[in-house]
């Protein structure tokens, strides 16, 4: 597991992952060939009237592994290659992309498609767009140079026969050690390797090589009347910018028994009761919360209005940036996405601008947000580098990087110790939250009650309701002083868009305690 704030404890195998690379030029994993299609495109962009173009030229290689019940039940291995294109004319944006481009011919045709595209769209764009401004982008100087992520032991070279061994092997203990009420057991692995040539109209000149890999398992429990589901160390899993390592350091093997045994264990576990009270939240699902009320919050396209086809806009007003109470004195969140090995790092975002950090709420004030070059100038912001996109064959736009919660100075177990009367909640089972990022309910995987400061009674089906920032004001405790609390936990899968586009964020999170909490909801 990662974490730059306390390293996190391991077990089994451990190979270290070595840093990434920031290099005048780009990795030699990115061929020259590709930045000369990119800077025929944006050549050809230019030729044909646009006032800004730029090119990507992407290489993605995928695989992914699933085994179920003692067998290997899928492997699928998929490469991607192709050169997107954006223009801007006058003030409409175009986009158009190929794949598999044969040479700088095919690269020109595109970028002349996308000015084709920008053209129309500056020709029916409404005359209040953008409050009747034009359209600009944030200055940024031109980048030239390179950033590969570290990586210890490339997963494309790691056998097959391996990793299906792993995944197997853990399905099988999971079944013997759950007995009879398990009805599934389920583990999975994917990898990711991504090499990426930028150019742009101003004289940006970047490559990337992004190397991504994470692995999870979960098992469900057969009862008379419901089903319970218990995961490690996610109920996604856990992925980051690493190689296989990250696997190795996970041990599932190790952590097999325990979770199907606590996943027969609730089908007759009590109720989480229905009522008021102080929550206990693991750094897994508080990633989760981080994600969905505050990370997708501060998208500055949302917050604009720009976007709201996939999961609604923000509740958050642009003229209470800077002094809007967010939560209580100890939430403090950042958007960074140079923390090593975290799943939304990076060197360059899709408009070239070099990743940095930032604040997004410190000490409970709401200071920044997620944005490109044109909602930030838009907007009067003065950060862009938020701007990524699914692949070679997606116009690109506002998307979280890592946006984590800083660690606090207690660990879990002083939280429990300070906790008369409460509820622990770990693992994210569902979530439910508004168009607006406000009021949202979450379920969990498992709980117990903490009574008189000690862990007490498994409780199943536990839930807690809340709106945004009357639940992150009620933060008094925060763990993250021990080894392990506080970690990176990768997303692979966030949605957005439309079409839709699948991105990779990462989310620092710890356990925390949150006071006069609904816990318990039913329906």
Not at 391 to 409: H, S
Not at 433 to 450: A, P, S, T
Request: proline share 6%; hydrophobic share 40%.
């Amino acid at each position: 597991m990662l974490s730059t704030a306390s390293p996190a404890s391991t077990a089994g195998a451990s190979t270290a992952t070595p840093p990434p690379t920031a290099t005048p030029d780009p990795p030699a994993a990115v061929p020259s060939a590709a930045f000369d299609l990119a800077a025929a495109a944006v050549e050809a962009a230019l030729a044909a009237g646009a006032r800004f173009a730029d090119a990507r030229v992407v290489d993605r290689r995928h695989e992914a592994l699933t085994a179920r019940d003692g067998d290997l039940r899928q492997l699928s291995q998929t490469t991607e290659a192709g050169i997107g294109v954006r223009a801007l004319v006058g003030d409409g944006w175009g986009f158009a992309a190929l794949a598999d481009p044969t040479g700088e011919r095919d690269a020109r045709a595109t970028g002349e498609r996308a000015v084709a595209v920008a053209r129309a769209s500056a020709a029916v764009r409404s005359p209040g767009a953008h409050g009747q401004r034009r359209v600009e982008l944030l200055p940024v100087p031109p980048q030239r140079g390179g950033w590969a992520s570290g990586c210890a032991r490339d997963p494309f070279d790691v056998p097959l026969a391996e990793k299906a061994d792993l995944l197997v092997g853990v399905t099988q203990a999971m079944r013997a050690a759950g007995g009879s009420v398990i009805g599934v057991a389920e583990a999975l692995s994917a990898a990711w390797d991504t090499r990426t040539a930028y150019v742009s109209s101003e004289g940006a000149r970047v490559g990337q090589h992004v190397r991504e890999t994470g692995a999870g398992m979960h098992c469900l429990a057969l009862g008379e009347h419901e089903v319970q589901r218990r995961s490690y160390p996610a109920f996604r899993g856990q992925y980051g910018t690493r190689g296989w390592e990250l696997v190795d350091e996970l041990d599932l093997p190790a952590h097999a028994d325990r979770i199907a045994e606590e996943a027969a264990a609730l089908l007759s576990a009590p109720l989480c009761p229905s009522t008021e009270t102080t929550l206990l939240l693991g750094g897994e699902q508080m990633s989760l919360q981080i994600h969905e009320s505050v990370g997708h919050a501060i998208e500055l396209d949302r917050i604009l209005g720009w976007e709201a086809a996939y999961a609604g806009t923000s509740w958050l007003d642009l003229s209470r940036l800077g002094d809007l109470r967010f939560g209580s004195e100890l939430m403090n969140i950042t958007i960074d996405p140079t923390i090593p090995g975290a799943l939304g790092s990076f060197g360059y975002d899709d408009e070239g601008t070099p990743a940095a950090p930032r604040d997004a709420v410190r000490n409970g004030t709401w200071t920044g947000v997620l944005a490109g070059r044109d909602s930030a100038a838009l907007a009067g912001y003065d950060h862009a580098g938020s701007v990524r996109a699914d692949g070679y064959g997606r116009l690109p736009m506002v998307r979280m990087t890592n946006v984590g919660l800083e660690p606090g100075p207690h660990s879990l177990e002083e939280l429990v110790a300070a906790t008369d009367d409460g509820v622990l909640m770990e693992h994210n089972r569902s979530w439910s939250i508004d168009d607006k990022r406000l009021d949202f309910q979450f379920g969990c995987e498992i709980g117990w009650e903490v009574r008189a400061g000690k862990r007490g009674r498994m409780l199943r089906n536990p839930s807690y309701t809340g709106t945004g920032p009357v639940f992150w004001n009620s933060l008094d405790m925060l763990a993250g002083r021990e080894p392990g609390e506080w970690r990176a936990w990768g997303t692979p899968n966030c949605g957005k868009g439309q079409p839709g586009q699948v991105g990779h964020t990462g989310h620092g999170a710890a356990p925390a305690r949150f006071t006069g909490v609904r816990v318990g909801v039913r329906g």
